[in-house]
């Protein structure tokens, strides 16, 4: 791993610590040493930006087939917010997209 990459890890594991903390930027830098203000929240805006530029884990819903059902007319899928989305069996592709994009959206 080159030394680039162990920075970006060494950071984004402190980025971690320092938001656990609960602590103000100011006050974490004054009970750690070695750290500036700036550098801080340098790495904070940095890897902020990164994880919501890219695709996580969390983007992905598991999904459960329920095989003893073999001839349904709609496909059901529960959101993890606990609302049920109902969709007919046999759907457009480009509908089906135009409603996983108005879903996304919410």
């Known amino acids: 791993m080159n030394n680039q990459r162990k920075n970006h890890e060494f950071w984004v594991h402190k980025v971690k ?24 929240r340098y790495w904070l805006r940095k890897i902020q930006k990164q994880s919501e ?10 999904v459960h087939v329920d095989h003893t059902r073999h001839h349904s007319s709609q496909i059901i899928l529960h959101l993890p917010n606990g609302s049920r989305l109902e969709i ?19």
């Open 17 to 40: 610590e320092i938001k656990d903390s609960g602590l103000s930027v100011a006050a974490w830098v004054k009970q750690n040493e070695g750290y500036t203000v700036h550098q801080v």
């Open 53 to 62: 530029t890219s695709p996580s884990s969390s983007d992905w819903l598991s």
């Open 88 to 106: 007919p069996a046999g759907l457009p592709p480009k509908e089906l997209q135009h409603l996983f994009q108005a879903v996304n959206a919410l």
